[in-house]
């Protein structure tokens, strides 16, 4: 049966028209879907019992409950949903005054880079907007949730179209109502498809950079073969970021291998006066990967050079070590199960 959540209020609107209900019925049912996290026909009070039973019999809400969860000691939770073929991993990251969800786009990942668990799955699907939506709506501590990033499993702008009806239920008045300057997607540079998520969003933007250097990126990352680094900032480099948007560039840093003075050199090179921030990520071992973590002195030696260098760096700080928290294992350990 076909799931209403990730419909628009139009999509939802023409349903209702198609069935012979009262308009409003639209608006209550988005109401029960986005505002107050409804999965379940039947506790839809203000809906007559024969429209709720009508509902039921045709389209199911879109909601599943998570199948596990992973509580780390500083308070980082994994959760673990259902898919399709697969597992759907999303982490619920408190800090402070804010908490921040990092959501998944598919199970598994065509993208393949070398650090990333994820991509050792192989691909299984492309989230439908239900499915995204649902790590979202079905999250025990959904209203505690101040920023979101696609971070997660999975290549955000391989699944564009899910991704774009996503947001525009995450950013609707009708829908989640969210600012868009909360929201933060990824990509390692998918071109074509970033210029137009720069064009038809307003979210921020984050791109896995790792590496200045085209041949040392392509031994990390077998996308920059098709879409070279210096060619992903350059399209960057055309849209106005004078705003309150904003883009990031995610730098892993592993020891002795991307956090040299050169890189440094061609790093302030290639950003230059882009107004963007570089978020260093310190690596943290992956099975079968044979690259090394940094210190905590060579991460704070190698973000002050940087800035040294005009270049806005900060660490961020490592999350839910103690957990299945990097994107991958969690699911991977499942579907070995």
Same mark, same amino acid.
């Given at each position: 049966?076909?799931?209403?959540?990730?419909?628009?209020?139009?999509?939802?609107q !023409?349903?209702?028209a198609?069935?012979?209900?009262?308009?409003?019925?639209a608006?209550?049912?988005?109401?029960?879907?986005?505002?107050?996290?409804c999965?379940?026909f039947?506790?839809m009070?203000n809906?007559?019992?024969?429209?709720?039973?009508?509902?039921?019999?045709?389209y199911?809400?879109?909601?599943?409950?998570?199948l596990?969860?992973?509580?780390?000691?500083?308070?980082?939770?994994?959760?673990?949903f259902?898919?399709?073929?697969?597992f759907i991993?999303?982490?619920?990251?408190? !800090?402070?005054?804010?908490?921040?969800?990092?959501i998944?786009?598919?199970v598994?990942?065509?993208m393949?880079c070398?650090?990333?668990?994820?991509g050792?799955?192989?691909?299984q699907?492309?989230?439908?907007?239900? !499915?995204?939506?649902?790590?979202?709506?079905?999250?025990?501590?959904?209203?505690?949730?101040?920023?979101?990033v696609?971070?997660?499993?999975g290549?955000?702008?391989?699944?564009?179209?899910?991704?774009?009806?996503?947001l525009?239920?995450?950013t609707?008045d009708?829908?989640l109502?969210?600012?868009?300057?909360r929201i933060?997607?990824?990509?390692v540079g998918?071109?074509?498809?970033m210029?137009?998520?720069?064009?038809?969003?307003k979210?921020?933007?984050?791109?896995?950079?790792?590496?200045?250097?085209h041949?040392?990126?392509?031994?990390?990352?077998?996308v920059?073969?098709?879409?070279p680094?210096?060619?992903?900032?350059h399209?960057?480099?055309?849209y106005?970021?004078?705003?309150?948007r904003?883009?990031f560039?995610?730098?892993?840093?592993?020891k002795?291998?991307?956090?040299?003075?050169?890189?440094?050199?061609e790093?302030?090179?290639?950003?230059?006066?882009l107004?963007?921030?570089?978020?260093?990520?310190?690596?943290?071992?992956?099975?079968g990967?044979?690259?090394?973590s940094?210190?905590?002195? !060579?991460?704070?030696?190698?973000?002050?050079?940087l800035?040294d260098?005009?270049?806005?760096?900060?660490?961020?700080?490592?999350?839910g070590?103690?957990?299945d928290?990097?994107c991958?294992?969690?699911s991977?350990k499942?579907?070995?199960?």
């Amino acid at each position: 049966m076909k799931s209403l959540l990730g419909l628009t209020l139009s999509e939802i609107q !023409d349903i209702v028209a198609q069935h012979g209900l009262p308009k409003f019925t639209a608006k209550q049912l988005t109401e029960w879907l986005y505002k107050k996290h409804c999965g379940n026909f039947d506790e839809m009070s203000n809906l007559s019992k024969t429209t709720r039973q009508l509902l039921s019999e045709n389209y199911t809400t879109g909601y599943r409950n998570f199948l596990n969860v992973q509580e780390s000691k500083d308070g980082t939770k994994k959760y673990l949903f259902p898919g399709a073929d697969g597992f759907i991993e999303s982490a619920y990251i408190p !800090d402070k005054d804010r908490a921040t969800l990092c959501i998944s786009s598919q199970v598994g990942c065509k993208m393949n880079c070398l650090f990333c668990q994820t991509g050792k799955q192989g691909f299984q699907e492309n989230l439908p907007a239900s !499915d995204i939506l649902n790590q979202i709506l079905n999250l025990p501590e959904v209203d505690k949730l101040t920023n979101f990033v696609f971070m997660g499993m999975g290549e955000p702008m391989n699944n564009y179209d899910n991704l774009m009806r996503t947001l525009n239920v995450m950013t609707s008045d009708w829908g989640l109502a969210m600012s868009p300057t909360r929201i933060t997607v990824s990509t390692v540079g998918v071109i074509p498809y970033m210029k137009r998520f720069l064009e038809e969003s307003k979210c921020n933007l984050a791109v896995s950079l790792h590496s200045p250097f085209h041949d040392e990126r392509l031994k990390l990352m077998p996308v920059e073969k098709a879409y070279p680094i210096r060619e992903v900032i350059h399209a960057i480099r055309q849209y106005d970021w004078s705003g309150q948007r904003r883009v990031f560039f995610e730098y892993i840093v592993f020891k002795g291998l991307n956090d040299t003075p050169d890189h440094i050199k061609e790093l302030a090179k290639q950003l230059g006066s882009l107004r963007c921030r570089v978020n260093l990520i310190r690596f943290h071992d992956v099975p079968g990967v044979n690259l090394k973590s940094p210190t905590n002195e !060579d991460m704070v030696r190698f973000r002050d050079r940087l800035n040294d260098k005009g270049i806005i760096a900060t660490i961020r700080a490592s999350r839910g070590q103690d957990i299945d928290a990097a994107c991958g294992l969690l699911s991977t350990k499942n579907l070995q199960k």
